[in-house]
T-cell receptor, first 114, second 113 residues
Framework: KAGVTQTPRYLIKTRGQQVTLSCSPISGHRSVSWYQQTPGQGLQFLFE???????NKGNFPGRFSGRQFSNSRSEMNVSTLELGDSALYLCASSLGQGAYNEQFFGPGTRLTVL | DAKTTQPPSMDCAEGRAANLPCNHSTISGNEYVYWYRQIHSQGPQYIIHGLKNNETNEMASLIITEDRKSSTLILPHATLRDTAVYYCIVRESHSGGYQKVTFGIGTKLQVIP
């Protein structure tokens, strides 16, 4: 079974631009979560989607948004990019909701904002 | 959210057991303890999880104290490939079954030959 895939793997943008990242979960998984990882802050939860609905949101500004499609694929969008948005963005999928569901992470998209 | 506290770094000799502690003193009854590790430039990898009983799988053992305020991940025979950042996290289930995850900074484990 194929793992979680994320595209693109690397991205370079300039301040003020917007960016869209894509995540394809493991086949059959319906929950997708997004994380931001920076050296200073570690892994921080962005949001979680299940059945096309955002179920939980972390403490990030409204410039960070996402959505999930009927096939469970998810996209994350960051508008008006800032230098501090440079990070590794990780997507994780799980079968369903609830703490008994194991999360599987993708390789991440490394975003550099210049 | 229950928060976790881990030492920022640890060393372990190759072939010896690596014991990685985690404090989660504000954990509530319906929260699970999960451990992941992240090898440089890869996504986090699931290791093990538990609620209140000790757990063991092919990768590691998880020891949870009786009051559930702390836990220890044990890698019984550490190898160089176990060098990674280890994350202890607490996952909760809100009403309706929604899950929310809080990650800490993790412990950087260096296995020394």
């Amino acid at each position: 079974k194929a793992g979680v895939t994320q595209t693109p793997r690397y991205l370079i943008k300039t301040r003020g631009q917007q960016v869209t990242l894509s995540c394809s979960p493991i086949s059959g998984h319906r929950s997708v979560s997004w994380y931001q990882q920076t050296p200073g802050q570690g892994l921080q939860f962005l949001f979680e989607y299940f059945s096309e609905t955002q179920r939980n949101k972390g403490n990030f500004p409204g410039r960070f948004s996402g959505r999930q499609f009927s096939n469970s694929r998810s996209e994350m969008n960051v508008s008006t990019l800032e230098l501090g948005d440079s990070a590794l963005y990780l997507c994780a999928s799980s079968l369903g909701q609830g703490a008994y569901n194991e999360q599987f992470f993708g390789p991440g998209t490394r975003l550099t904002v210049l | 959210d229950a928060k976790t506290t881990q030492p920022p770094s640890m060393d372990c000799a190759e072939g010896r057991a690596a014991n990685l502690p985690c404090n989660h003193s504000t954990i509530s009854g319906n929260e699970y303890v999960y451990w992941y590790r992240q090898i440089h430039s890869q996504g986090p990898q699931y290791i093990i999880h538990g609620l209140k009983n000790n757990e063991t799988n092919e990768m590691a053992s998880l020891i949870i104290t009786e009051d559930r305020k702390s836990s220890t991940l044990i890698l019984p025979h550490a190898t160089l490939r176990d060098t990674a950042v280890y994350y202890c996290i607490v996952r909760e289930s809100h009403s309706g079954g929604y899950q929310k995850v809080t990650f800490g900074i993790g412990t950087k484990l260096q296995v020394i030959p």
